[in-house]
């Protein structure tokens, strides 16, 4: 699972993948990726079909003459989001989106992809360090020497890190709130995750329609962890088993948006819909640890991108109005999301790479850069940005633990245990890092103020995410490999900064404040 390891959106597993791809360097001017040609007109082969979003008013007349037109234009429709104008499109006519672009009421349209669209296929490959028995003894008898009521909580540094172990005594979560994942889905069978699992909330949206069937929303294979060990760093039951999440009293479901190919790809249709749903089943959080493929920026003079943007935007506001707050993942390249320019080498990520220079101002990183959504950076045992960790002034919300078994060690441990230990599929367990399990933490924090503040509005909730983290200044240097050379500079103060943004989330104030 070569994809899950090498993305900057999601775990970098430990330590088969502590090595990043490409280093992304910063050019000296800022400039807007030129546009590319329209994605659609690559894939010319008769009978290759790309799969698109056409966006469109939402009064029930445009939506009916642009549905009509998308039929005559050799386009047919996998769905309808009449609510926010957003249409699914399957065609096969490589001039589908030039030609429906030009019909009156339509806003925006583009390919959600660059290659032809084709079944998927599921594989059995793989990279993460799960846990051996020989590790688990030995994290059960430290955790029995130290009191722990979790058999292997003694490997979660994390939970006593932002207060978690603390706020369990006081609070554990509402059985009122539920955190959906959006993932590569979730193991609803773990018995960790069995007795906080919510099915009415589940599905799985990879192909852009909600599948709601039972079991829909569980993971393709082992080797799709990546969801399973997000749901259990937030809601993990304290049963007795296993670990502990940090609402272990709070719901959790799971909706599947990746692709269940060896790609795990990321599409827009799977994330509109996966918002749309989650909105619709009365979710209060949402967890995204991810970007949305193939662009890791998107760029609005690019009609392909700027119909992604439009998608995945109306989406969203529509899911905060309906009361969910969305969580999202800061990124794993380690670039400056308020520097001047960022090289990106790996997009689009579902066929041929084109390299450019984006202004992070312009062309955003989605969800993570988008109005409204909690941006969250990584730290690891030390306190510190994990190495890996994307940063910004005025992007970066808030920091949570994340791992970083390069740097940030805890005394007398082999480097995985630098990492986040969670729920793996099949009832196993493992340690990953990456912004991907910082989110997951902010994540299960804002449950526990959702508990504590049933009424809070998304946007109330946010500001109570920050002002009760704990702050941190900008480090007088950064130099993660103590090489002498700065790594990343952190601009700001305590109260906000490109590295921590409003501080470290803190468990215990959410369920005391």
Excluded at 63 to 85: C, E, F, H, M, R
Excluded at 243 to 249: D, E, K, L, S
């Amino acid at each position: 699972m070569a994809h899950l390891s090498s993305r900057r959106r999601l775990a970098l597993a430990v330590p088969v993948a502590l090595s990043l791809t490409a280093s992304l360097g910063f050019l000296p001017t800022a400039a807007v990726a030129a546009p590319a040609p329209d994605a659609a007109v690559t894939a010319t082969t008769a009978g290759e079909t790309l799969s698109y979003v056409v966006n469109t008013r939402t009064d029930g007349r445009t939506l009916a003459s642009v549905k009509n037109a998308i039929g005559k234009a050799g386009g047919s429709i996998v769905t309808s989001y009449d609510k926010i104008g957003v249409i699914v499109v399957h065609s096969a006519d490589p001039s589908f989106g030039t030609t429906i672009r030009a019909v009156r009421g339509v806003e925006s349209a583009g390919a959600t992809r660059t290659k032809p669209f084709v079944p998927a296929a599921t594989t059995d490959v793989g990279q993460v360090e799960r846990a051996t028995e020989t590790d688990k003894a030995e994290l059960a008898k430290a955790s029995a020497e130290a009191g722990m009521t979790e058999p292997f909580e003694s490997a979660q540094w994390d939970l006593p890190a932002i207060g978690a172990d603390k706020a369990a005594k006081i609070n554990p979560g509402s059985r009122n709130v539920t955190v959906a994942v959006i993932d590569t889905g979730v193991d609803d069978l773990h018995p960790d995750l069995a007795p906080n699992f919510s099915a009415s909330q589940s599905a799985d949206c990879s192909s852009g329609v909600a599948d709601t069937s039972p079991g829909a929303w569980r993971p393709a294979d082992s080797d799709h962890y990546h969801g399973t060990h997000v749901a259990g760093e937030i809601a993990a039951a304290r049963n007795g088993i296993g670990v502990a999440g940090v609402a272990p009293g709070v719901k959790v479901s799971g909706i599947t948006v990746a692709q269940p190919d060896e790609t795990q790809l990321f599409f827009t249709e799977a994330i509109v819909c996966a918002f749309v749903f989650a909105a619709d089943t009365g979710v209060e959080i949402t967890n995204n640890s991810y970007y949305v493929d193939p662009w890791e920026y998107n760029c609005p003079d690019d009609p392909d991108q700027k119909a992604l943007l439009d998608a995945v935007n109306r989406a969203k506001r529509y899911a905060t109005s309906k009361g969910t707050l969305h969580i999202a993942s800061a990124g794993n390249s380690y670039n400056d999301l308020d520097g001047d320019a960022i090289l990106d080498e790996g997009s689009p990520d579902d066929g041929t790479p084109v390299t450019r220079t984006i202004d992070p101002h312009v062309c955003l990183d989605m969800p993570a850069q988008l109005d409204g959504v909690v941006t969250v950076s990584a730290t690891g045992y030390l306190d510190k940005k994990s190495y890996y960790s994307n940063y910004g002034k005025g992007v970066i919300d808030v920091a949570a633990p994340g791992g970083d078994s390069r740097y940030q060690l805890p005394p007398g441990t082999d480097p995985k245990r630098g990492a986040i230990y969670s729920t793996l599929p099949g009832g196993g367990y493992g340690w990953a890092q990456g912004t991907s399990m910082a989110a997951p933490h902010a994540a299960g924090v804002a449950a526990l103020i959702k508990s504590t503040h049933p009424r809070a509005t998304p946007g109330a909730l946010a500001a109570m995410l920050k002002a009760q983290a704990t702050k941190f200044d900008c480090p007088t240097s950064y130099d993660y490999d103590s090489n002498g050379t700065v790594d990343a500079v952190c601009v700001g103060g305590p109260r906000e900064n490109g590295f921590y943004g409003a501080g470290i989330v803190d468990a215990l104030k959410a369920v005391t404040k």
